[in-house]
């Protein structure tokens, strides 16, 4: 089992990502498809009146803000156009592709943040109507029912709390979570970058390897959205995933690529 | 098995069929449910500066106009907006929803139309970039996995044709095709009116039952939107459904009370 996580930054080109996914798919690589759609958010919150705000946790983390207006978009965006983008592109390519989110079957279920604390004009802050959350629990059930059924899923946030919340979660660590969960041989996460930067955003500074031991010591060389990749890659290790490849989502032929060891290869 | 559509139209209350859904589901009735989007649509196209078009068919039926952006839209209404909204409140009420459009798994296949006959400012005109189509095969195996389960199928348009396009197909005769597939018991519509009226909009000339034989009569009598109504109730008879009930959206119970006979019993 392989996760793959594709994300929502520009430059990501999803029509190459369809046709690698499609020819990994059919040599028989068991797969799960993550994405995301954060760009195309900004750019629909903007047109629909209700711009994108970003909040910088206490412990120096970037997130969307999410009141129950921004979740509307979003899943608008990641949900509809996005997943159903994607699906689309894969079924063209004979892929019995099939789009859910992580409330879809409780999929992705969580605990909601009660409140949030946030560095807001230099001054700390608690958000207490935000619904944001994080992955606690994957319904692998649902999801190999689907795989022994030949369907390759395509997931996307939001995810769900315990309540019945949609919430806001972050897709990297979403992918790894769902990685975690199948005990998946590699998760590879592809953005629009080659992979982790030594010097961000000079590409020739690409690092090619970090073992695992050493993870930690790279939180402080990602910068802004690399942080939550670095984390989630933390995460999937701690969870026992062996292999986790940060790789370039705007080539030809990139997953096998990936697979193949190109980009920041971690573990 | 009990086919359940959900209009999109102004005044049908989500949050009472939700409840309704939630109480037939946990009394042991295997059902599915279809909702629209329309209304929505109309306001987020506008709001994105692609406003909606209708056209006229030369056989008098009313449809939108669907290009390319429109159907990006559309997704994002349907299958982002409406249906994670759906989602979420049945998974509140205990309910395990699992939303799925109609590309998804392929579950509503069909013909894309190569050319739609129009009458525009009065001339017969030919639309060939079209994205719509009529729902001709459902994924029966995938949906009864589903609910084999114990999961609630929530779909929702657009569908997929056969060479792998989204195509956006009307909800209610998608609605009677699933219920043909199923040769279910019934096929409920509810709408924000009390079913068929004689004298559109006066409810109090509510149709309460119309014969199997005489559906035909009542095309002429059905007013615009309704007339999709009447075709899929033709559709689903000729295949054999033997009851179905259009009733009103707006009203608490909607769903129990459409079961007990309220609004208009066709079959």
Same mark, same amino acid.
């Given at each position: 089992?392989?996760? /793959?996580? #594709?994300?929502?930054?520009? @430059? ?6 369809? +046709? +690698?996914? !499609?020819?990994?798919v059919?040599? =028989?690589t068991?797969? #799960?498809? %993550?994405?995301? =759609?954060?760009?195309l958010?900004? $750019?629909? !919150?903007?047109? *629909? ?6 909040v ?14 921004t ?8 949900? @509809?156009? %996005? ?8 079924? &063209? ?6 789009g *859910?989110?992580g ?10 943040? +009660? ?5 807001h004009? =230099?001054?700390? &802050?608690? #958000?207490r ?7 606690? $629990?994957?319904? #692998? +059930? *649902? ?7 030949g369907? /390759? ?23 790894? !979570? ?5 005990q ?22 690409l690092? &090619?390897?970090?073992?695992?031991? $050493?993870i ?5 060389? !990602? ?6 990749k670095v ?6 290790l701690?969870e @026992?995933?062996? &292999?986790? %490849?940060?790789?370039d989502g705007?080539?030809?032929?990139? /997953? ?10 971690? =573990?």
């Open positions: 089992m392989i996760v /793959l996580k #594709i994300g929502g930054s520009e @430059g990501i080109d999803y029509d190459l990502i369809a +046709d +690698d996914i !499609a020819a990994v059919n040599e =028989g068991p797969l #799960i498809v %993550v994405h995301g =759609g954060s760009a958010t900004n $750019k629909v !919150a903007e047109q *629909l009146g209700h711009p994108p705000e970003f910088t946790s206490v412990s120096g983390f970037s997130s969307r803000r999410t009141d129950r207006r979740l509307e978009i979003f899943e608008m965006v990641y949900c @509809g156009q %996005v997943n159903k983008g994607l699906v689309e592109k894969l079924q &063209r390519r004979g892929v019995k592709a099939i *859910l989110s409330i879809d079957g409780r999929i992705w279920e969580g605990k909601r943040k +009660d409140a949030i604390k946030v560095i004009n =230099g001054r700390k &802050r608690v #958000i109507d935000d619904y944001t959350g994080k992955v606690e $629990k994957v319904n #692998i +059930d *649902l999801l190999q029912t689907l795989l022994d059924q369907y /390759l899923p395509v997931l996307t946030p939001p995810a769900i709390s315990y309540e019945g919340d949609a919430i806001n979660v972050d897709g990297d660590r979403a992918a790894a !979570a769902t990685a975690a969960a199948f998946a041989e590699a998760l590879i996460i592809l953005s629009n970058v080659p992979g982790l930067l030594e010097k961000f955003p000079d590409e020739s500074t690092i &090619r390897h970090i073992p695992k031991a $050493k930690d010591q790279f939180m402080s060389v !990602a910068e802004d959205r690399m942080k939550k984390m989630g890659a933390q995460e999937a701690a @026992g995933i062996g &292999r986790i %490849v940060f790789a705007r080539v030809e032929q990139p /997953l096998q690529r990936a697979i193949a060891g190109e980009g920041t290869v971690i =573990g």
